[in-house]
């Protein structure tokens, strides 16, 4: 059987009121047939015998009722996902290898060929559920779901969130034609202004973990580089590697679901910077100018969006902001950030970006670049390299004492970010080599990371303060805001100390 739906992001609560006015006014009757709660659990085999075979598969328990069901993998084709599906019921509480016999378990075992499953992940959803129809000039019956969905994973990587909380509308076909499903989908899309969602919510159960679809399904088969191999082959491959992470964490960056789709995209973006501007006499000015400009942008705008998370995600830890006031506040601005992101994302600008960076990677070093450069090895470049960028970082925080404004913390930070994908670049071929000089840099980076955090939240609660008034409905809401000032007063003074003495370790460390 396939399944056929369109599937939106709400992330203000008013989306889901302008979603259904929107399909009233497009000449469709609405009813609500209430609320359902179900919770889902996902398997696979260790070596993901499902996934490559291309099915998800989950247990559904609703009520005291479960199904085993099996999903294919495939993604939107424009605004519409379909989907083949299998299911069946199964009784109680059970894990897939133990269903009783039926098509679903009947297709699972000769997929699984007898491997055990583990569980991957659960997800929980609150649904709402609305009946949609029009009868002109064909009867078609859609029915409209309103996802409030925890998504809660074991995490893979220490970035990963291992926690998803989302709101997505769901439009299913019942009957009706797939073309009459995407004209109820442009609707919502182009009169309500609804995100159309790019993942599944077992893709975003992945990304939960700390995995992603397409890196568990690609099989490469790259060749192996060498340090006696030339620079200019590691220097395209490298750029190559990060220009598909941009692309790759595009559409999740859009969604904004996960924040670490955008984390990513920018930590790629500023990776191809950094990597351009090293390798600037081998590229070139012109080239390596015009895309700086292009990456800096790009990395600016997804930089509102990140800290905004990061400013909300730190408050949501301090009793103070968790009250309310404050942190709707920043919730909003979040929320403000992310929509200004989706224009960036989704604007000719950055499009032409990517694809003339694609153009300019699969070109390949030009003839006279071959000719000057090509005789160069990876390790020769390699130290040559690392200690240029190595003294301009120890000259730049040797000049900081402990009244430095905040702004040189902010630019040695900028320096250890940058020596960091430099290292990080050359640890691909030597990573024995640069091992303990990375581990160092992530420690200042890490303290630099802090402080410029606390900066970052002050600049945002100072904000909030110029928001309120000083008449009695806004006192308690003043106090709060000074109080959570000083407590990065705090953290700013605190993590200026903890510079100093990891400067110090840097430092033995690079001598």
């Known amino acids: ?46 070596d993901w015998s499902a996934l490559c075979a291309g099915w998800a598969c989950r247990i559904r328990r609703r009520d005291e009722k479960a199904t085993l069901t099996l ?22 509480l059970m894990t897939p290898p133990s269903a009783p016999p039926g098509p679903a378990k009947q297709q699972l075992d000769e997929i699984i060929a007898g491997k055990p499953v583990v569980e991957l992940f659960e997800s929980s959803c609150q649904r709402t559920v609305y009946l949609v129809k029009k009868n002109d000039p064909e009867s078609v019956l859609i029915e409209l779901d309103i996802d409030r969905t925890r998504i809660e994973a074991e995490k893979t990587t220490e ?19 797939t073309a009459d499903l995407e004209r109820a989908a442009a609707v919502l899309r ?5 995100m159309p969602a790019k993942y599944s919510k077992f893709e975003r159960g992945l990304q939960a973990a700390g995995l992603e679809l397409e890196a568990l399904l690609e099989n490469p088969g790259l060749p192996v580089i060498g340090e006696d191999d030339p620079i200019l082959t590691l220097l395209y491959s490298y750029l ?20 670490e789709g955008v984390h990513q995209m920018r930590v790629a973006t500023r990776r191809l910077r950094a990597i351009l501007k090293a390798f600037r006499s081998m590229l070139g000015d012109d080239v390596v100018s015009r895309f700086n400009t292009e990456l800096r942008w790009l990395a600016r705008n997804l930089g509102h969006a990140r800290d905004a998370d990061v400013t909300e995600r730190d408050a949501g830890g301090d009793p103070q902001a968790g009250a309310g006031h404050y942190q709707r506040f920043l919730a909003q601005e979040t929320v403000s950030a992310y929509e200004l992101l989706v224009e ?21 070093p030009t003839h006279a670049m071959r000719e000057q450069f090509g005789g160069l090895g990876i390790a020769q470049c390699a130290r040559e390299f690392v200690d240029a960028a190595l003294h301009k970082l120890l000259a730049h925080g040797d000049a900081i004492d402990a009244d430095a404004a905040a702004t040189q913390l902010h630019k040695l930070r900028i320096e250890a970010k940058r020596f960091r994908y430099l290292l990080d670049f050359f640890s691909t071929v030597q990573p024995e080599q640069w091992l303990q000089l990375t581990e160092a840099v992530k420690k200042l980076q890490d303290v630099l990371g802090e402080h410029q955090d606390a900066v970052t939240a002050q600049a945002r609660i100072a904000d909030y303060a110029a928001t309120l008034t000083e008449d009695s409905d806004d006192r308690d809401k003043l106090l709060s805001a000074a109080q959570l000032m000083r407590a990065e007063t705090e953290r700013i003074a605190a993590t200026r100390q903890q510079f100093v003495e990891t400067w110090s370790e840097f430092r033995a460390v690079a001598a």
């Open 71 to 92: 999903k294919s993998l495939h993604g939107p084709s424009g605004s519409v996902f379909v989907r083949d599906e299998v299911s069946q019921s199964i009784p109680g």
């Open 159 to 177: 970035k990963a969130t291992g926690i998803l909380e989302f709101t997505e509308l769901e439009l299913e076909l019942k009957s009706g034609r």
């Open 190 to 194: 182009d009169q309500a202004g609804l």
């Open 344 to 364: 960036v994302l989704q604007g000719e600008r950055c499009t032409a970006l990517e694809d003339e960076l694609s153009r300019f990677v699969s070109a390949g």
């Open 240 to 259: 190559a590697e990060q220009l598909a992470i941009v692309r790759r964490q595009h559409p999740r960056a859009l969604e904004g679901v996960d924040p």
């Open 1 to 46: 059987m396939a399944e056929i739906e369109a599937k939106f992001i709400v992330r203000k609560p008013e989306q889901v009121e302008d979603a259904l006015r929107a399909l009233a006014d497009a000449g469709f009757t609405i009813a609500d047939r209430g609320e359902t709660n179900h919770t889902d659990r996902y398997f696979d085999t260790a």
